[in-house]
């Protein structure tokens, strides 16, 4: 069954760190490159971050230098480390496939307030 969970979401301040997961089923994860999305209130979901199954990223300029995309294969596992956060970093964060997607998770809400 094709399955995507994430979590890890919360309230943070600005300048802050916070660390999402994925866990994704294997017919997802396999070896294809994986993404982390974001939307925000009243704007499309977007692609900030992905990775292929190697360990090659690339990021949204937004994010670039403040949030870090890695993997874990054996896990089937994403992760997001995003620190300095901004209060334009607020969003439901979704992972997928970079290229072919599946349908979504549930998502995490982070919320970046003082």
């Known amino acids: 069954q094709v399955q995507l969970v994430e979590s890890g979401g919360g309230l943070v301040q600005p300048g802050g760190s916070l660390r999402l997961s994925c866990a994704a089923s294997?017919?997802?994860?396999?070896?294809?490159?994986m993404g982390w999305y974001r939307q925000a209130p009243g704007k499309q979901r977007a692609l900030v971050a992905a990775?292929?199954?190697?360990?090659?990223?690339t990021y949204t300029d937004s994010v670039k230098g403040r949030f870090t995309i890695t993997r874990d294969n054996a896990k089937n596992t994403v992760y997001l480390q995003m620190n300095n956060r901004k209060p334009e970093d607020t969003a439901v964060y979704y992972c997928n496939r970079q290229y072919g997607l599946v349908r979504w998770g549930q998502g995490t809400q982070v919320t970046v307030s003082s």
């Open positions: 990775i292929t199954s190697g360990g090659s990223t």
């Open positions: 294997g017919s997802i994860f396999s070896s294809l490159p």
